[in-house]
């Protein structure tokens, strides 16, 4: 009998009573389904997953790198905070109040005659507000010798308030008889600021 007559003989209600060898194919195929079927629907799903848990690691991977370069850096960013609030503290302490810029402006002036200038022009003019400060701008003319203007804005420099100069002109004067002297003149402006208070005022 060969195997084409065997298989037509093989009773499919019955497949106890098959020969070994049909019995082993049938359970080879069988089981060969069933593994093809859970891949399908099982283990096709879990490799979706599975590509979506990895995307959202390496996601979470990223952020958790980006805090933590953050976080090692916080105490460096807190302290270089607390560096910029203690300078700007000293620098609003360098601004005159309302009540000092009279005293400010008498200072300049005197540190002009202290250096041996003759003043031509001392004029405050009208404060200008920005947003967090007040600007008082001083129209300075001054005659004195190369050393005493240096003095001057030297001594203006190093007041303990801050005092900015500006628009700097000098020129050389000319003496009785018409001809080049020792003797400067100098056209500038002089800056003084002062924080403004909550009021804006």
């Not at 007559?5 to 359970?27: K, S």
């Not at 003043?119 to 507000?129: A, G, M, R, T, Y």
């Amino acid at each position: 009998m060969d195997i084409r007559q065997e298989l037509q003989n093989l009773d499919p209600n019955n497949p106890g009573v098959w020969p070994l060898p049909f019995q082993a194919a049938a359970l080879a195929i069988l089981f060969a389904l069933i593994l093809f079927g859970g891949w399908k629907f099982d283990i096709s799903d879990q490799t979706s997953n599975l590509a979506q848990a990895e995307k959202k690691e390496q996601d979470l991977k990223h952020t958790f790198e980006v805090k933590q370069q953050k976080a090692a850096n916080l105490n460096a960013l807190k302290e270089q905070m607390k560096e910029m609030q203690q300078s700007f503290g000293d620098m609003l302490r360098q601004l005159p109040n309302k009540t000092e810029i009279a005293g400010l402006i008498v200072d300049i002036s005197q540190t002009g005659l202290a250096a041996g200038l003759q003043f031509d022009l001392f004029k405050p003019e009208k404060e200008k507000q920005a947003e967090y400060y007040a600007e008082l701008p001083i129209n300075i003319v001054v005659n004195g010798t190369y050393h005493q203007l240096g003095k001057f804005v030297s001594g203006i420099a190093s007041l303990p308030r801050i005092v900015t100069t500006h628009n700097i002109t000098i020129v050389r004067k000319k003496n009785d008889k018409g001809g080049p002297s020792n003797e400067l003149k100098m056209t500038a402006v002089a800056k003084t600021y002062r924080a403004l208070d909550e009021s804006g005022s």
